[in-house]
């Protein structure tokens, strides 16, 4: 029996009480699924760490936790301090050191919920969102000069590279041919950015060549908000950019029915650092000690994580754990219109674990 060596970086906000909701379901579950253990190591990084140390993670934070099977994150942000410090000193440190350059977002209509949608449209959502996670928008390449000044500027550059564009697009190729309807869908913003994103246009054009059998089509990001929300339907796996594909899955999440449901994967396709796993949302500094956020996101975020530990049953099982919850209706969070808090939604997840073990899938291939 191998354990897999987790290490759980709570973060800010709900973050920490989502996580450890997650880690308490995993336990649950590595005690009713045979052979499965795992070895939870926690890092207390985020902005109390700043305030007490001036940086959010340690120097040689990347080097503590590159030894890891993966990585189980919360959210990070703050009230009091700037969002930038927050982000870039610890979750984009942790998908820009690792290389983690595919971020994939899974969203489906769980049974027993509505979403805002009517329900003959929100029942044909059953999407995946493959997000540019490395370069585009959120290189960080940029700069501010005359600060103060009357003439100061600000400047964020996107970067878009032959090499970033084409491996995100083998890998949301391979992803839609995994797939029952083998149907990308390509979005851009090529008629107003008329550099990056036309190379994005052609890089990708080429590496779909390779994939006879893929039905492709192209979308600028704009009409692409319109059809998610009026025909779901015609829509399977999505590739974007990292600003682009940020902004479509919280709406996509939003269809599903809340915020609180979504979830990630930061990848390293290649598997020579740990990805990591965190649910969509960030602080959510207005619910945050409240106990009363939605832990569902960070359990479908778990079962992604099983998945790619190599653990299809258990990642299964979770997941008809997680659905029989929301198909009850009995013990949903304020967000999906329930009355039920983090703890009570946690227990009742634990509890259907027991019983759960039929067929459900977290939307991604081993
Ligand atoms: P948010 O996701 O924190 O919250 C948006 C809204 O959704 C809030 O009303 C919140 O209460 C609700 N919500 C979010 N998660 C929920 C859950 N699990 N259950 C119930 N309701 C939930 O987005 P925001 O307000 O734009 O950002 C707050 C902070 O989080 C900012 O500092 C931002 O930079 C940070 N953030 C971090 C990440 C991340 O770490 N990956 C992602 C997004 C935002
Ligand atoms: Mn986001």
């Known amino acids: 029996m191998s354990s897999h060596k987790i290490a759980v970086i709570g973060g800010d ?60 994150f919360g959210s990070v942000g703050d009230p009091n301090l700037p969002d930038d410090i927050t982000l870039w000193g610890l979750r ?21 919920l509505t ?18 996670n490395s370069e585009g928008e959120y290189a960080g390449v940029g700069g501010r000069a ?48 008329r550099h990056g994103m036309v190379l994005w246009d052609e890089v990708v054009r080429e590496v779909v060549r390779d994939h006879p059998g893929l039905t492709v089509d192209w979308m600028l990001v704009d009409a692409m908000t ?21 902004i479509l899955s919280d709406l996509a999440a939003a269809l599903g029915g809340s915020l609180g449901i979504g979830s990630t994967s930061n990848m390293d396709p290649s598997r020579n650092r740990p990805s990591m796993f965190e649910p969509i949302h960030g602080s959510a500094f207005d619910i945050t000690g409240k106990g009363v956020a939605n832990p569902l996101g960070a359990f479908w ?40 808090n983090t703890a009570e939604v946690t227990a009742a997840v634990i509890a259907a674990l027991s019983g759960a073990n039929s067929t459900s899938s977290s939307g991604l291939p081993g």
Not at 124 to 130: L, R, S
Not at 311 to 317: D, H, M, S, V, W
Request: charged share 25%; net charge neutral; proline share 6%.
């Open 146 to 193: 005359h600060r103060g000044l009357p003439i100061e500027v600000g400047m964020d550059v996107a970067v878009f590279t032959r090499t970033g564009i084409e491996r995100i697009a083998r890998f949301a190729c391979d992803l839609a041919m995994s797939r029952p309807r083998k149907l990308l869908t390509v979005v851009t913003k090529s008629n107003a950015q």
């Open 226 to 246: 319109q059809r998610m929300v009026n025909k779901p339907g015609s829509i399977d796996t999505v590739l974007a950019t990292n600003l682009h594909a940020d």
């Open 115 to 132: 979403g805002p949608l009517r329900p003959e449209l929100g029942k044909q959502i059953d999407w995946v969102i493959v997000r540019e």
């Open 13 to 72: 906000g709900i973050g920490p009480e989502v996580v450890e909701a997650g880690v308490k379901v995993l336990e649950a579950l590595a005690a009713v699924e045979p052979g499965l253990a795992f070895d939870f190591r926690r890092f207390d990084w985020g902005s109390d760490y700043y305030r007490r140390n001036g940086r959010m993670m340690p120097q040689d934070g990347l080097t503590q936790i590159e030894g890891f099977d993966a990585i189980y």
């Open 301 to 340: 975020t778990a079962s992604l994580m099983l998945d790619h530990l190599g653990e299809p049953a258990a990642a299964r099982r979770l997941m008809v754990a997680i659905e029989t919850v929301t198909d009850r209706g009995e013990y949903l969070s304020p967000d999906l219109g329930g009355v039920a």
């Open 92 to 112: 984009l440190a942790i998908c820009q050191g690792f290389d983690q350059y595919a971020n994939v977002r899974p969203t489906r209509l769980l049974p027993g």
